[in-house]
């Protein structure tokens, strides 16, 4: 398996943001996304109905928590990196 620092400088770039709804759509207040969202940003940032869409469909890997950090972690995880 490889280590986080190789897996990051192969998936750069990579987003980390804090959610608008504060977790109530996407179930934590930070969102790490191994890419970049520009494409999906508007859709996060969205209405209530759009964004509560948008999370109940998503299906590509991403990390949540309360803070930046935590929610990288929560990521590698996921993707088993670490």
């Given at each position: 398996m490889e280590n986080v620092n190789t897996w990051?400088?192969?998936?750069?770039?990579?987003?980390i943001i804090r959610d608008r709804y504060n977790g109530i759509y996407s179930g934590g207040d930070w969102i790490a996304f191994p890419?970049?969202?520009?494409e999906?940003?508007?859709?996060?940032n969205s209405n209530d109905e759009d964004c509560m869409a948008f999370?109940?469909?998503?299906?590509?890997?991403y990390?949540?928590?309360?803070?930046?950090?935590a929610a990288l972690s929560d990521l590698l995880d996921?993707?088993?990196i670490i």
């Open positions: 990051l400088s192969r998936r750069y770039p990579l987003t890419f970049r969202i520009a999906i940003l508007v859709v996060v999370w109940e469909n998503y299906t590509e890997a990390g949540l928590s309360k803070s930046p950090d996921k993707m088993m």
